[in-house]
């Protein structure tokens, strides 16, 4: 899979990012700005530029918005926009991924948060589109998901656990799931959790 994503197009045309616009109900609203109005966005920013050696950037008003994360574009003066998951996604797999740039894990962070600066995959989240697919779509779009399954089911990892790190060698540090515990050797283990 190559290093950096192509970005032959500059506009972000055809992006609906409106589930965040279009919240009404209480108290999701409340938490999604709240949490918008906590981060200090000019000090990401200042962080994103600094991890390109000072090139200009700003963050783009769309917000997309996930259950539990917040999505913002930072768009390059160069025009190029812009973990441990993602790693092994990205190296065991032809799952279209973005590259991480930068990953924060403090929680009190200078910005206010955790935070990943990475490249953006152009396309739509099923929730910015109702959950509607357009019909002559629909064949493509199922194909597609059968094979990221597929894809997603043949990395095979020594035990069943979430991914913490990669060793020196490559292979994967695993540690226990929220709620179950683990890594788990086998199946059974994991099923009797």
């Given amino acids: 899979m190559p290093d950096t994503l192509s970005h032959e197009n500059n506009t972000f045309a055809g992006y609906r990012w409106s589930y965040f616009s279009s919240l009404s109900k209480e108290p ?26 000072g090139l200009e950037c700003r963050i783009l008003p769309d917000i997309g918005l996930g259950y539990n994360h917040m ?6 003066s160069d025009r190029a926009r812009e973990y441990w998951t993602i790693c092994l996604v990205r190296r065991e797999s032809t799952i ?30 099923g929730r910015d589109l109702s959950m509607n697919i357009p019909p002559e779509h629909k ?29 020196a060698d490559g292979t994967y540090q695993q540690g226990p799931l929220p709620i179950l515990g683990g890594p788990f050797n086998t199946a059974a283990e994991f099923f009797i959790a």
């Fill in 71 to 76: 999505v913002r574009i930072v768009e390059f």
């Fill in 28 to 53: 999701l609203k409340a938490r999604a700005q709240a949490f918008l109005q906590s981060i200090n966005w000019d000090l990401l920013t200042q962080c994103a530029s600094t991890k390109r050696n």
């Fill in 139 to 167: 064949l493509d779009v199922y194909a597609r998901m059968a094979e990221i399954h597929i894809d997603m089911f043949n990395i095979r990892l020594p035990k069943i656990g979430k991914v913490t790190g990669i060793n």
């Fill in 96 to 125: 279209p991924v973005p590259r991480v740039h930068l990953f924060e894990t403090d929680t009190n962070s200078s910005v206010g948060a955790q935070f990943m600066l990475m490249d953006c995959l152009q396309g739509n989240a």
